[in-house]
């Protein structure tokens, strides 16, 4: 959540005097504030359940239409700031109990699963949630009233300051001392800390851990509520407000340490700074400094500023890597070869629309193996795998429209894009494990998408680079249609091979046990780097070939819901087998194509798929055929 945009905050003084700088620390102070309230919540809920929630954005986003909606009439009773201030405290409750409910009906039956899976159910959620309030609220911003008797700005040394802005800031210290006393003043408060640390040793002193999960989801969920109610008078409500504000809690939550709210205070204090000084010294970096601060406190502090480092008995053992992957066998060869004929014999029978899709999934399929090789095959949970597809991306359409090069050497140098950006980011992430990983893959993730949109001189910026059309002899769609198909498969085909050649075994050891593997002599850190640059250059690849098919790039490409979109497809097709990333690839885009576009709720159709798979059949399409098809084959399911 980025500093409010007043002129105060906007303005560049040339000389940088007393009374600008001192605007710019209250303008920080009132981000950091703001920012506080929302990821302080975010840090309690982790701390507590481990959960990575992705819903939490969606309860920042109630709080601010519940405020809406309760604000007007509150203040018809009496225009004062007393009312408001009821206004925000109702729809802090009311957001709190929206927590509760998605507590008790959903996130209980995740509390031991895997991050990826608490990752993709909580984006369902996102999803659902967004259906849900443009059906109630409409699709249209909604403004809020001004708060009473806070109105208009006061003289900082002559420089306007909103007086809105210095209640904001009194907000969140007030926030920051009531959580501190809860947390240190408290029974409720000493179990939340406790469990922060150590929640299976709480267990086993006899508290009822049901209780306690719902009493933080209820507290994390009013603080994000809070502080959605809180940028009514600054903003209008929109159901777009969900992902920025999640975005950058994450950042706050992880550079604190997550499960810290001092930590989160601290971190709040730094980037509110960060953003209203950045603003002036690199006004095209912005967005591009606080990921990169993120970064680096990982690399140096995984456990961030003031968290500790997660108690191995807390360090959740994935069950979602590759099981029973032997040598293909004479008959799965057969099947390969029959699926390929299909395909190949498709422009036969198909429209220029079923190939265009066609085409996108082979290009998609691609993408999701090769984050499938990092998950299943080296338990390397990427949440920021569309870093390597869109720069992949981008460096053949750079290639193209900056070097002036042809589409065939464009297709050579967007695997080695990916393939560089890969090994850049790999040699820091590689050295870490668990949460802390897949927390720096989001964050070089998002350095990536934020250099996409702030660097506009290369990049085009929010406008991307359009033209990037194939060569005249791959210009028709039947022939583009082959040569995506031939590498595509080709790509496919090499990590497969990878997947049983030494190095793919000593991957999956390091994956098992790395004390183990290191023990017997293999350099864990070394493995886990060379299968980002393998999985980054395969991206890469992908990337370049979606470029030529769409003819044109934009930020979208790096975003957060591509990666998810990649995550996605491994949970439908199945993460435990080899072919659950093809499988799933092909099912999530014709639904988008097909399905999808038959209804106008379609966010909440697919978040409530992804939400079912993962309760119902987590195994996902492949597993579930392996599962009941020797049954039916021997007369029926039971």
């Known amino acids: 959540m980025s500093p409010p945009r007043n002129a105060a905050f906007t303005q560049v003084h040339p000389t940088m005097s007393l009374a600008f700088v001192l605007t710019q620390f209250l303008n920080g102070l009132a981000g950091a504030a703001s920012l506080f309230i929302v990821a302080s919540g975010l840090t309690i809920v982790f701390g507590v359940t481990r959960i990575v929630n992705f819903a939490h954005g969606s309860l920042y986003m109630l709080g601010a239409y519940v405020a809406v909606t309760l604000m007007a009439p509150l203040l018809d009773v009496s225009r004062s700031l007393p009312m408001f201030l009821l206004g925000l405290v109702v729809a802090a409750l009311v957001t709190g109990l929206l927590g509760v409910a998605m507590e008790m009906l959903l996130l209980r039956r995740i509390y031991r699963s895997p991050e990826l899976?608490?990752?993709?159910?909580?984006?369902?959620?996102?999803?659902?949630?967004?259906?849900?309030?443009?059906?109630?609220?409409?699709?249209?911003?909604?403004?809020?009233?001004?708060?009473?008797?806070?109105?208009?700005?006061?003289?900082?040394?002559?420089?306007p300051f909103p007086t809105y802005d210095l209640f904001v800031i009194a907000m969140g210290l007030a926030v920051f001392c009531g959580v501190w006393l809860l947390l240190f003043r408290t029974r409720f408060g000493v179990l939340v800390r406790a469990a922060t640390q150590d929640r299976d040793m709480v267990a086993a002193l006899g508290v009822n851990q049901a209780r306690l999960f719902t009493g933080a989801l209820f507290l994390g969920a009013a603080l994000a509520g809070l502080g959605g109610a809180l940028q009514i008078p600054r903003a209008a409500a929109s159901p777009q407000m969900d992902i920025a504000v999640l975005t950058d809690a994450f950042v706050v939550t992880v550079i604190g340490g997550m499960g810290s709210v001092p930590g989160a205070a601290l971190a709040a204090l730094l980037i509110g700074q960060l953003n209203a000084f950045g603003i002036v010294v690199a006004p095209k970096s912005t967005l591009v400094l606080v990921f990169l601060l993120m970064a680096v406190v990982l690399v140096v502090r995984p456990q961030g500023l003031l968290g500790r480092p997660e108690p191995l008995a807390l360090r959740v053992v994935m069950p979602e890597g590759?099981?029973?992957?032997?040598?293909?066998?004479?008959?799965?060869?057969?099947?390969?070869?029959?699926?390929?004929?299909?395909?190949?014999?498709?422009?036969?029978?198909?429209?220029?629309?079923?190939?265009?899709?066609?085409?996108?999934?082979?290009?998609?399929?691609?993408?999701?193996?090769?984050?499938?090789?990092?998950?299943?095959?080296?338990?390397?949970?990427?949440?920021?795998?569309?870093?390597?597809?869109?720069?992949?991306?981008?460096?053949?359409?750079?290639?193209?429209?900056?070097?002036?090069?042809?589409?065939?050497?464009?297709?050579?140098?967007?695997?080695?894009?990916?393939?560089?950006?890969?090994?850049?980011?790999?040699?820091?992430?590689?050295?870490?494990?668990?949460?802390?990983?897949?927390?720096?893959?989001?964050?070089?993730?998002?350095?990536?998408?934020?250099?996409?949109?702030?660097?506009?001189?290369?990049?085009?910026?929010?406008?991307?680079?359009?033209?990037?059309?194939?060569?005249?002899?791959?210009?028709?769609?039947?022939?583009?249609?082959?040569?995506?198909?031939?590498?595509?498969?080709?790509?496919?085909?090499?990590?497969?091979?990878?997947?049983?050649?030494?190095?793919?075994?000593?991957?999956?050891?390091?994956?098992?046990?790395?004390?183990?593997?290191?023990?017997?002599?293999?350099?864990?850190?070394?493995?886990?780097?060379?299968?980002?640059?393998?999985?980054?250059?395969?991206?890469?690849?992908?990337?370049?070939?979606?470029?030529?098919?769409?003819?044109?790039?934009?930020?979208?490409?790096?975003a957060i819901p591509q990666s998810v979109d990649f995550l996605a497809m491994l949970l439908m097709g199945g993460l435990q087998h080899v072919a659950g990333a093809l499988v799933g690839a092909a099912a999530l885009h014709v639904l988008r194509d097909f399905v999808l576009p038959l209804t106008d709720m379609w966010r909440m159709l697919l978040g409530a798929l992804i939400i079912g798979i993962v309760l119902v059949a987590p195994q996902g399409i492949v597993g579930g055929v392996l599962r009941w098809a020797p049954r039916f084959a021997r007369g029926g399911p039971s």
């Open 117 to 159: 899976l608490q990752l993709l159910v909580t984006f369902g959620l996102v999803l659902v949630v967004q259906d849900l309030v443009i059906r109630v609220w409409g699709p249209l911003e909604i403004l809020g009233p001004r708060a009473p008797g806070l109105k208009g700005a006061i003289s900082v040394l002559g420089t």
């Open 322 to 558: 590759f099981i029973g992957l032997a040598p293909m066998t004479a008959r799965g060869r057969q099947v390969i070869a029959g699926v390929l004929a299909v395909l190949v014999a498709l422009p036969l029978v198909a429209d220029a629309y079923t190939l265009k899709v066609a085409i996108e999934v082979y290009v998609l399929a691609l993408a999701a193996f090769a984050l499938a090789f990092l998950i299943g095959n080296g338990g390397l949970v990427s949440f920021g795998h569309a870093a390597y597809f869109g720069i992949g991306a981008y460096g053949a359409g750079l290639a193209v429209k900056k070097l002036g090069l042809g589409m065939e050497p464009a297709l050579v140098l967007a695997p080695l894009a990916g393939a560089l950006a890969a090994a850049a980011f790999g040699f820091f992430i590689a050295r870490l494990s668990g949460i802390y990983l897949a927390m720096l893959t989001l964050a070089v993730a998002q350095i990536a998408y934020a250099a996409g949109v702030q660097w506009v001189d290369v990049t085009g910026g929010d406008n991307g680079i359009v033209g990037v059309w194939p060569a005249r002899w791959a210009a028709n769609r039947v022939v583009y249609y082959y040569l995506t198909l031939a590498l595509s498969a080709a790509g496919i085909a090499v990590l497969t091979c990878v997947l049983h050649a030494p190095f793919g075994y000593a991957l999956r050891a390091a994956r098992d046990s790395a004390v183990r593997a290191d023990a017997i002599g293999l350099d864990v850190v070394a493995l886990r780097r060379l299968a980002f640059v393998v999985a980054g250059a395969a991206a890469g690849l992908a990337g370049g070939l979606y470029a030529f098919s769409k003819g044109s790039i934009d930020p979208t490409l790096l």
